[in-house]
Each structure stands twice: as structure tokens, then as C-alpha cells.
């Protein structure tokens, strides 16, 4: 193991695309420094660019950032809720939830652009209630709202 803890480092390609793509070829788990340089280093250099632009996109994201906890709660929920209505819109019945088969086989499913469609909608779903919290939150001072 090479001292970045990635375990097969970077070498010398037959060209400057396949030596850049060398480079990039980073172990995920264990995490390295490489990879965590190349994944975290531009996220940060993102976040400090964008910290200072105030706009539309940007008030967006604030509130989902000012009411993380309660956006994960409730947005899990959701999603279960939504889940288990499409498995019964699906035909099955609310016992085949408790069904285990070994190995693990989805009882139904949908396409990804179904996925995609569904989680913008949650996103879309959850911004006015996370809006609400966070003028709710701004606004009484109970000591136990800070940590929701």
C-alpha cells in the first residue's frame, strides 16, 4: 500500500488521457487520500465560491439547509408512505410486505425515470413544509428546536 492508502497507484499511461485517468483511478472503500482530495477538495472549493451568491437557487437550498433533521424525517416517512402505496397499486397486499424470500428478490418495481420523477416530487412536496419549520423555528426559542 502506497502512503495515500490507495492500494494501486497512478502510472504512466501510453498517453496524457489514460495518465490523467491513472490518476483519478482511486479506492472508494478504503476511502484514500486521493480519493477523498478528488471527491471533498472540489466540494469545498464549490461551497466557498457559492457561499457569497444569493439568488433563487440559492434561497432553494437554504431552506432545505436551515432544517436538515426535519427534512430527513419526514421525507423518510414519505417515502415509505408513497412506497407502500405503489405496492399496493402495484396488486400486491399489505402482508407481502412480511414476505422474506432468500435471496432477496424486489416484489415490484419501476423504471428509473419513475424514481427520478418521484424524488424530485418529494423535494418539490417537502420545500413549503420545510419552510413553514424554518420560520416556525426563527421565530419561538424553545431549547429543544435547535436540535431539530
Not at 424514481?115 to 417537502?126: A, D
Request: glycine fraction near 4%.
Amino acid at each position: 500500500m502506497v502512503p495515500d492508502g490507495n492500494p494501486f497507484p497512478w502510472t504512466a499511461q501510453r498517453n496524457v488521457l489514460y495518465t490523467f485517468l491513472s490518476f483519478l483511478n482511486v479506492n472508494k472503500y478504503p476511502p484514500s487520500l486521493m480519493y477523498m482530495s478528488i471527491t471533498i477538495g472540489p466540494a469545498l472549493v464549490f461551497l466557498g465560491i457559492a457561499e457569497n451568491l444569493k439568488n433563487k437557487i440559492t434561497s432553494f437550498f437554504i431552506v432545505y439547509g436551515r432544517v436538515p433533521f426535519f427534512y430527513y424525517v419526514v421525507h423518510f416517512f414519505l417515502i415509505h408512505i408513497l412506497s407502500f402505496t405503489a405496492m399496493l397499486l402495484s396488486g400486491l397486499s399489505a402482508k407481502d410486505i412480511w414476505v422474506t424470500n432468500f435471496p432477496f428478490r424486489p416484489l415490484f418495481g419501476y423504471d428509473l425515470w419513475v424514481v427520478y420523477v418521484v424524488w424530485i416530487f418529494v423535494i418539490l412536496f417537502m420545500y413549503p413544509l420545510c419552510k413553514r419549520y424554518n420560520l416556525y423555528k426563527s421565530t419561538h426559542r424553545y431549547w429543544w428546536l435547535s436540535y431539530l
